[in-house]
């Protein structure tokens, strides 16, 4: 596996990449913005960690351009930690969001378990031993959700959000009752995180052709997994 480590701040760069190594990846590195989209360009590139304050082009707008050619993993690592930049980072396409300082071990982690979860959707074929709900198979023991046999890249958070919602069909969750339970109780960010998410989680599936079964909101009130007769 490679991974392509972004950031304009040479030491944080390169303890990156010595942990990165010492867990048994590749890599390759990034000094701003433009230096991303080349390398990137080149190819073979599995994962990014991608610094969103850079020179020439940010880290947002570098995730932009990605998202618009491919669905590598992205992990945003940044100094601003402030709700909104979360969760733009996630609506553009960023698969996970860690701020400044950080744990390296705790990256690698991060990593290594969006890497397990790609891995895994690429590797399975899609089989009626998942829950199926329209023309989608939830398939919560093998990590896999396919829409008409082909399987869907989902984030950890919108998989956690989708079991929850397949495992109660037709039930209304709150916006906190899913902050509670696939956040945590100790979560302090943004509840707007979890509109985020389902507005995500809705895209891929409506882009893969789901048919049969919808997440639908009731305003004011939450969200839920409707499934058609």
Not at 188 to 205: C, F
Request: glycine share 8%; hydrophobic share 40%.
């Amino acid at each position: 596996m490679r991974l392509l480590i972004a950031d304009d701040n040479d030491a944080i760069r390169d303890i990156l990449d010595n942990f990165a190594r010492a867990s048994g990846y590749e890599t390759v590195l990034a000094v701003d913005g433009q230096d991303v989209l080349d390398k990137m360009a080149a190819g073979g590139i599995d994962l990014i960690l991608l610094d969103v304050m850079m020179p020439k082009i940010d880290g947002f707008e570098v995730c932009r351009k990605i998202r618009e050619q491919c669905e590598v993993p992205i992990i945003m690592i940044t100094a601003r930690g402030e709700d909104y930049d979360r969760i733009m980072g996630l609506e553009i396409g960023a698969d996970d969001y860690v701020v400044k300082p950080f744990s390296a071990p705790e990256v690698m982690a991060r990593v290594k378990a969006v890497l397990r979860r790609l891995q895994l959707t690429q590797r399975e074929t899609p089989t009626a031993s998942g829950r199926m709900m329209g023309n989608m198979v939830f398939d919560e023991q093998r990590g896999v959700v396919s829409v008409n046999d082909k399987s869907v890249r989902l984030t950890h958070k919108e998989f956690d959000i989708l079991r929850l919602l397949a495992e109660y069909p037709e039930q209304l969750f709150s916006r906190d009752k899913l902050l509670d339970t696939v956040w945590g109780y100790d979560y302090t960010g943004d509840i707007r995180t979890v509109d985020t998410h389902i507005r995500r989680l809705r895209a891929k599936l409506e882009q893969a052709g789901l048919e049969g079964c919808t997440i639908g909101t009731v305003w004011g009130r939450g969200y839920r997994l409707e499934v058609q007769a």
